[in-house]
């Protein structure tokens, strides 16, 4: 599925590329390199398409090369979708106690993980930043 979902984004990223940009001004490895780090993120990959075309224009170039595409090293890309519902709840509400984050992630998934699991993804959250 990751390699369908690389392949939508390349190609959206490239009908947007060609509505916004002359047509020489970047390289199919631009655009890769940007689906690739996006991870089927559409809003992360325009914006760094943006940055990309920014940083070039800033330096005077007429063409985005592979060097002006910034790094994303954004910890959301890498959690998975209980970890992202917990993450959300946090966001909104704060801090709570485990027993009410565990209380309204089971009311905002379809298939809840265990108690353990939940802490689980607690300790990893706090060991990469995220929570």
Same mark, same amino acid.
């Given at each position: +599925?990751? !390699?369908?979902?690389? &392949? #939508?984004?390349?190609?959206?990223? /490239?009908?947007?590329?060609?509505? @916004?940009?002359?047509?020489?001004?970047?390289?199919?490895? !631009?655009?890769?390199?940007?689906?690739?780090?996006?991870?089927?993120?559409? @809003?992360? %990959?325009? /914006?760094?398409?943006?940055? #990309? %075309?920014?940083? %070039?224009?800033?330096? /005077?170039?007429?063409?985005?090369?592979?060097?002006?595409?910034?790094? /994303?090293? &954004?910890?959301?890309?890498?959690?998975?979708?209980?970890? #992202?519902?917990?993450?959300?709840?946090?966001?909104?509400?704060?801090?709570?106690?485990?027993?009410?984050?565990? %209380?309204?992630?089971?009311?905002?998934?379809?298939?809840?993980?265990?108690?353990?699991?939940?802490?689980?993804? +607690?300790?990893?959250?706090?060991?990469?930043? !995220?929570?």
């Amino acid at each position: +599925m990751a !390699v369908y979902i690389d &392949c #939508a984004l390349y190609q959206t990223t /490239n009908s947007i590329l060609r509505e @916004a940009l002359k047509e020489w001004s970047y390289t199919d490895a !631009v655009i890769r390199k940007i689906a690739e780090q996006a991870k089927g993120n559409m @809003a992360l %990959a325009i /914006n760094t398409l943006r940055t #990309a %075309a920014l940083r %070039a224009e800033g330096q /005077n170039k007429t063409k985005i090369e592979e060097e002006d595409v910034p790094v /994303n090293n &954004c910890p959301m890309l890498e959690l998975n979708q209980d970890e #992202a519902v917990l993450l959300k709840i946090l966001k909104e509400r704060r801090s709570l106690p485990n027993g009410k984050l565990y %209380a309204l992630y089971k009311e905002k998934v379809r298939t809840p993980k265990s108690k353990r699991v939940f802490r689980n993804y +607690m300790h990893l959250g706090e060991e990469r930043k !995220v929570l």
